[in-house]
């Protein structure tokens, strides 16, 4: 609400503006301090609540690690290939086992190419080009069905040729596809020559172009060997691996079913010995402890850190004369953060003996006076060689360590959890005290106006006053 008067006290000379200013500052702080401070306090909380979830979810993600996908069976990949000659790559997945083999690479996928020669500054008349191209296999290898369940191993697109189009014009449009299919020209001394490569590998890719109008030059059919005009420069063919001597087909240089567990990759050929017979070389699969460890020294620092944030949130408040300092974590005092910790400082505290007598020392942990633990990374490197069931299922069977870590944080951090709870309530009370805020703001501006109303007939009282005095005094003079 704007103000009639804009300087109190202008008629009469008295300061009614700092008169004003107190009553509406003292006035200010009497309804506002209130409200103000709870609003702080309620976002101060609501971002403790907002560390301690990112807190809980590296830890959860550390738990994860050693839960889910290859967890503790992580092995590693030793060959004797070079640096220089890596013929094939080797990766593990999650149910990969133990296992040597002699790995040779005979043939690389590779995809259909075909060229043709134009004269330069060819152009063409309307017609349109027709490709056919294979359809798509999911990751088991089966061909993507269409919506009544037919498989579909072909796909077609076609493109439209106009008039006057010239090869650049016309590569250009055979590019503008989704499907993998691509041209080129090369500029040679007799003219220029188109070279199309359908994209698919394998001994069974389908590639067809079917030209009509005047584009019946660019016929070709892979299935048939109907070459038309086209010269072949590369067959489509598949990669083929040798095993321990055991042939292996893939229609790409990927193998993800050679051997279970195992993806191989076909880079190069293998080499061959003076006699012309391929090389074969040693692949050693073997558990990875180090990898493991490595995951579990994560879990330990991921733990240690959420403990210490806990500690931060938590610590009390100090007071001066009844004042608080506001010199504690955000969630100072807080009775759901210190449950927290404590069932997780006694979920490892208390976990008892498991198979074998193993119990949580044995395995190399360490508990620390100040709540934290570590880890002997030698003395658990042991463990996994000696007791490797034993010391998995004390950490991730139904009732193991790691279980009910993830089972107890999941309650906190899970979507519409305890803390997602709180942050919505805590929202709300923000909210409100905004709402509060904007209604105080109001009234002061009502209150205030109200005083220079008040004021205003002071002062102008006041200076009639002032005036009639002068004038009687002048008229006694």
Known sequence: MASMITSAGSASGMDFESIIAAMVEAKSASISNTTTTRKAETELELSGVGKLKSALKTFQESIEALTEGTGFNERKVTTDLTEENQ?????????????????SVDQL?????????FDTGKTFTA??????????????????????????????????????????????????NDYGVTATILNTKDG???VIDSGFSGDDATFKIEGTGGMTDFNYDSTTNT?????????????????????????TNEFDNAISGLTITANKLSAKDDNGDVITNSVAIT?????????????????????STMDDLYKHNTYTDGENNYDGGELAGDNMLRSLQNQLQNMMSSMGNGANGMNIYSMGFELESDGTISLDKTEFKEGLTDNFNALVNMLTGDDGLLTRFDKTVEEYTKSAGILDKRTETLNMEVDRYEEEENENALYLEEYEENLR???????TTIANYNNSLSYLQSALM
Do not use: C
């Open 87 to 103: 013929y094939f790559t080797v990766s593990t997945e999650e149910d990969a086992a133990n296992g040597n083999y002699n790995i």
């Open 109 to 117: 996928a590779q995809s259909e190419k075909i060229a043709q020669k």
């Open 127 to 176: 017609g349109t080009l027709k490709f056919t191209v294979p359809g798509v296999k999911d990751e088991n290898g089966n061909w993507t069905q269409d919506s009544n369940g037919t498989e579909i191993k072909e796909r077609t697109f076609e493109i439209e040729v106009e008039d006057g189009d010239t090869l650049d014009s016309l590569r250009r449009k055979i590019n503008n």
């Open 192 to 194: 220029q020559k188109l």
């Open 227 to 251: 070459a038309g005009k086209w010269d072949v420069t590369q067959h489509a063919q598949d990669a083929v691996i040798r095993v321990d001597g055991e042939e292996m087909r893939s229609d």
């Open 287 to 307: 558990a990875d402890n180090d990898k493991v460890t490595e995951k579990m020294q994560n879990f330990v620092n991921a733990y240690n850190t959420l403990m």
């Open 453 to 459: 109303q008040r004021y205003a007939k002071l002062d």
